[in-house]
């Protein structure tokens, strides 16, 4: 099946950057939609931003519109998640997911994705 593996966390001061990378294994990422979540402590897994396989669009939660941006390249087996601009209040343990589907657009809706990554610590502190 098909395996996700995370890299790119890290401690940055409020106002640093951040890319995430995903890169998967087995089958390709060919129809599967992206997500990103994260969860901070005590709370519930949110969805950041998504990107359908079908037409490339994109969406993102309204607390990283402007600042995060999604991306994927198939022929790499790679999803990334550049965040720019990060507050403390982005400060969360970062997965991301995978979501076989032939039509449609992505969900920001974590129980939509069968394939998660392991999951990496992203802090946004001075």
């Known amino acids: 099946q098909l395996q996700l593996v995370q890299s790119g966390g890290g401690l940055v001061q409020p106002g640093g950057s951040l890319r995430l990378s995903c890169v998967a294994s087995?089958?390709?990422?060919?129809?599967?939609?992206i997500g990103w979540f994260r969860q901070a402590p005590g709370k519930e897994r949110e969805g950041v931003s998504c990107?359908?396989?079908?037409?490339?669009?994109?969406y993102y939660t309204d607390s990283v519109k402007g600042r995060f941006t999604i991306s994927r390249d198939n022929g790499k087996g790679t999803i990334y998640l550049q965040m720019n601009n990060l507050q403390p209040e982005d400060t969360a343990v970062y997965y991301c997911?995978?979501?076989?589907?032939?039509?449609?657009?992505?969900?920001?809706?974590?129980?939509?994705?069968?394939?998660w990554g392991q999951g990496t610590q992203v802090i946004v502190s001075s």
């Open positions: 997911g995978a979501d076989f589907r032939l039509f449609g657009v992505c969900s920001l809706s974590s129980g939509e994705y069968t394939f």
């Open positions: 087995g089958p390709t990422l060919d129809y599967y939609d």
């Open positions: 990107i359908s396989d079908s037409d490339g669009s994109t």
